[in-house]
Nanobody, 125 residues
Framework: QVQLVESGGGLVQTGGSLRLSCAASGGSFSDLGMGWFRQGPGLEREFVSSISWSGSSSYYADSVKGRFTISRDNAKNTVYLQMNSLKPEDTAVYYC??????WGFGQKESDWHYWGQGTQVTVSS
């Protein structure tokens, strides 16, 4: 069973930056595709970004392309989400997710097998 723990959320002003981290345990991290989803107030959970097991392929929602960067460190069993040029509409609980196939390109919640508890990101205007 894979456990995921997110960190790095907080309050930031518009235009600011945050880096989220997700530490994985209980599985073979380098075999997992990793992703980030978010759920804003009153909204459905939505795909943000994902990365393949090797880090060679990454995917982004149109709303974050050019502003967010996903990366992973397989030696540290950790995936990161660097968020720049943050906007109030980025305010959400951000969830880390993992999937066992390793490709990391699924954008539906049902494509992902393991979930973290989430970390709150609030962007003030």
């Amino acid at each position: 069973q894979v456990q995921l723990v997110e960190s790095g959320g907080g309050l930031v002003q518009t235009g600011g930056s945050l880096r989220l981290s997700c530490a994985a345990s209980g599985g073979s991290f380098s075999d997992l595709g990793m992703g980030w989803f978010r759920q804003g107030p009153g909204l459905e959970r939505e795909f943000v970004s994902s990365i393949s097991w090797s880090g060679s392929s990454s995917y982004y929602a149109d709303s974050v392309k050019g502003r967010f960067t996903i990366s992973r460190d397989n030696a540290k069993n950790t995936v990161y989400l660097q968020m720049n040029s943050l906007k109030p509409e980025d305010t959400a609980v951000y969830y880390c997710a993992a999937e066992g196939a390793g490709w990391g390109f699924g954008q539906k919640e049902s494509d992902w097998h393991y979930w973290g508890q989430g970390t709150q990101v609030t962007v003030s205007s």
